[in-house]
């Protein structure tokens, strides 16, 4: 039975990922920071216990992406797929708030702890048999500038300028990737333009891994009304959302089910 890690299970995509592949075969291990949240939303959902577990994660703290993957190894498990699916968005933020280490909480949670999990792990997914060992990183169009949303200038379109709040050190009074003044949409961005980019290296640093390194745009998921209830009526209640794009709209139960497949792949 393969085993997948995905971050992020206690809610939204990643729990219905879990589910969707625990009902495969798969034996799911769902890497979450609220472990009672996550069993909670297991139980609702239904997600066979026999196929699904849940570690502790706090992607914000660098320490505990460490101590989950040592975590993870003393169990003697392999492993074949990790999807990294947890993610921040804080758009509402006034000012930065920064992680243990100190760094800017949405980069930290969405970049930075997703980059060393991804690093640390490369020796786990090699060791594994399975012919088709995949490394996932969730993405979105509202950082991809040759998309729509991606173009959309509130706050600010993904810049990630010469990397200034890099070389500083990121620590505060520090907050965003180029170094200049705090954006917290802008920051959402910056951190998911990081996440394709360390896709797209990986899969340049590692071609003969025997790893698929991808990234995705999941569609613009919504699990509150009214999109479950009424997923035919979002299009007309968006008539500034061209077409093309709201075509994605759904719900994160109807993955590879939605009225229409996706045709969004980021390519590598
Ligand atoms: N929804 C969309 O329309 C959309 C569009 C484009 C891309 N995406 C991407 O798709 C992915 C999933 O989105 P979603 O809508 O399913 O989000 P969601 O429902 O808000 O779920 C996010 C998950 O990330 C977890 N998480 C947050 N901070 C964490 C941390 N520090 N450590 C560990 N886990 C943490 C959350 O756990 P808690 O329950 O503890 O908060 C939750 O399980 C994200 O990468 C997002 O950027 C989504």
């Keep these: 039975m393969p085993t997948v890690i995905i971050t992020g299970t206690s809610s939204g995509v990643g729990l219905h990922a879990a589910n969707a592949l625990a009902n495969r075969g798969w034996k799911v291990i769902g890497a979450c920071r609220d472990i009672n949240k996550a069993e909670r939303a297991a139980q609702t959902l239904g997600i066979n216990p026999s196929n699904y577990s849940i570690m502790q994660l706090d992607l914000g703290s660098l320490e505990s992406v460490r101590n989950f993957v040592n975590a993870f190894r003393a169990t003697g498990q ?16 006034k000012n930065p708030q920064y992680s243990p280490e100190g760094y800017e909480i949405s980069v930290a949670t969405n970049h930075l702890g997703h980059f060393l999990l991804c690093n640390l792990m490369m020796e786990d997914l090699k060791k594994s048999s399975l012919d088709q060992k995949r490394l996932i990183i969730l993405g979105t169009v509202t950082a991809n500038s040759k998309e729509f949303g991606g173009k959309v200038p509130i706050p600010a379109p993904a810049d990630l300028g010469r990397l200034e709040g890099f070389e500083a050190g ?6 965003m990737i180029d170094g200049k003044k705090f954006k917290p949409g802008k920051a959402y961005k910056d951190s998911k333009l990081c996440n394709m980019m360390t896709v797209r290296e ?7 891994s025997g790893i698929t390194f991808s990234s ?3 569609g613009c998921v919504a699990d509150t009304p009214p999109l479950p ?9 968006l008539p500034l959302v061209p077409k093309e794009h709201h075509q994605g709209l759904r719900h994160p139960g109807t993955g590879g089910r939605s009225r229409r497949p996706s045709r969004r792949r980021w390519p590598i």
Excluded at 170 to 175: R, Y
Excluded at 202 to 208: A, E, I
Excluded at 229 to 237: A, V
Aim: proline residues 15%.
């Design 202 to 208: 990986l899969d340049r640093r590692f071609p003969d």
């Design 216 to 218: 995705l745009y999941p």
């Design 170 to 175: 990121f620590k505060a009074p520090i907050a």
């Design 229 to 237: 209830q009424h997923p035919q009526t979002l299009p007309e209640n």
């Design 78 to 93: 392999t492993l074949d797929a990790l999807v990294c699916n947890a993610a921040v968005y804080l758009p509402r933020l």
